[in-house]
């Protein structure tokens, strides 16, 4: 612009060409002085793949590190990821997107078949360890049990990875995921009865004084606990401004769904997943929870947050594939629960059980209990037969050598031997004569 401005030939037209530049010059430094827009992250140019260790969130299965390694090389190879791209949850929960495997590039073929041999040995190394723990403890070893954990690959071809191992995973993945947040809900809730379950106990072993004291600190610490500010619907339009304000430090008049989804997109794939998601809730879980404060309990914390990305699936996740991708967030802003004022009911204000939930509980752990003293007892029994059998093994042997020991000593002399006491060997053929004894005939 500056070489063509001073190739112009009349002076009146360079000053007038240079008046522009300075107004050009001047719109893009307000450009970049005003409020930042993130970069879409889907036009920057691509950088060189490298065969590095995967940086995803963690799962929670117990084959994680085995998924997030097969589904981040796969995603490597060009032509798959265009295929994963382009395909719908349907597809690849009925295996057609693992036959794709068969045109991935050879380098990353090779390093899945790597993966493979590792996890191979990593379950055989666990098998054989629960194995010898059950076994060492006298407990029957569910052999049914052990084979479920290769069910997310081929175990009888434990050297390459193949259309079937992709198939697994992918099918695996699919089931326990959807089982898992159920799971984490029934420990959580298990949880919740032990710790109400424990402090009934310390209460039976406190006199009445002690006992009301204690119910007293009970009610209090409950009632700080509930004290704190509003919680925001999760997902809502007040909850995504108080993050955009917050935490991006932007003007909540200002807020655009669509910088905001791009802006938190952390790894930048055009979706959120569940960890990207849950970082969301971070600001709302802060006004009901504190790791210094005596009443509230970060194993709660981790609950409600889980809670709350539920929540948001729920009404979010039109295609239930488990991420959200940028159409589905926009068209989630434009609903009517986007605007939800109401406040969020935390935890405390939902009971996780009942009364006769909590009485089966402890029936369960004093049937438990039952069960281990009566294991224990036996195991005694045992104990103390083994050790009686021993006195008598111990016995026996000290018999045994008592008398090897004498049949040494009283072993008879054969001829020839020395007599201890004379001095001279008896002559061969010499007969010992009788010696009378007094008081016979």
Request: charged share 40%; aromatic share 8%.
């Amino acid at each position: 612009l500056i070489y063509f401005m001073y190739a112009l030939p009349d002076q009146m037209v360079r000053s007038e060409a240079l008046a522009r530049c300075g107004l050009v010059l001047l719109s893009l430094w307000l450009c970049i002085q005003s409020v930042p827009i993130s970069v879409d992250k889907t036009k920057e140019k691509p950088k060189e793949e490298e065969l590095g260790p995967p940086e995803s969130a963690d799962t929670g299965l117990h084959y994680d590190r085995y998924l997030r390694e097969v589904i981040e090389y796969l995603e490597k190879d060009p032509h798959f990821r265009e295929k994963l791209k382009n395909a719908n949850m349907d597809d690849i929960k009925q295996g057609k997107l693992s036959k794709e495997l068969n045109f991935v590039q050879h380098n990353f073929r090779t390093k899945l078949d790597e993966l493979k041999r590792e996890e191979m040995n990593r379950l055989r190394m666990l098998i054989k360890a629960k194995h010898d723990i059950k076994e060492g403890n006298g407990q029957t070893v569910d052999h049914q049990a052990l084979l479920k954990q290769f069910e997310h690959l081929n175990h009888k071809n434990p050297h390459t990875f193949e259309v079937d191992d992709l198939d697994r995973l992918i099918k695996s993945a699919t089931n326990d995921l959807e089982n898992f947040d159920k799971d984490r809900h029934d420990e959580f809730k298990q949880y919740e009865m032990m710790k109400e379950h424990e402090r009934r106990q310390r209460l039976k072993n406190l006199n009445e004084e002690d006992r009301k004291k204690e119910e007293e600190h009970y009610e209090e610490m409950k009632k700080k606990h509930a004290n704190h500010p509003k919680v925001n619907h999760p997902g809502s339009e007040d909850q995504l401004k108080e993050v955009w304000q917050e935490a991006d430090g932007l003007d909540p008049e200002d807020f655009d769904p669509k910088t905001f989804f791009k802006m938190h997109d952390s790894n930048g794939d055009g979706f959120f997943d569940e960890s990207e998601l849950e970082a969301l809730f971070t600001k709302e879980l802060e006004k009901v929870y504190n790791p210094e404060n005596e009443e509230d309990d970060m194993v709660e914390m981790e609950e409600e947050r889980l809670r709350m990305r539920e929540h948001v699936m729920n009404e979010v996740d039109t295609n239930k594939d488990r991420l959200v991708s940028l159409s589905e967030f926009i068209a989630a802003t434009k609903k009517e629960e986007f605007y939800e004022k109401d406040e969020w009911e935390t935890l405390d204000q939902n009971p996780l059980y009942t009364e006769e939930e909590l009485r089966e509980f402890e029936q369960q752990l004093a049937n438990e209990k039952n069960d281990i003293n009566k294991k224990s007892a036996e195991l005694q029994k045992e104990r103390e037969e083994l050790e009686r059998k021993q006195e008598e093994l111990d016995a026996q042997k000290l018999g045994l050598k008592q008398v090897n020991y004498l049949s040494t000593i009283h072993t008879p002399l054969t001829a020839g031997e020395h007599v201890p006491g004379n001095s001279q060997p008896r002559p061969p053929g010499h007969q010992q004569q009788d010696v009378p004894v007094p008081g016979h005939s």
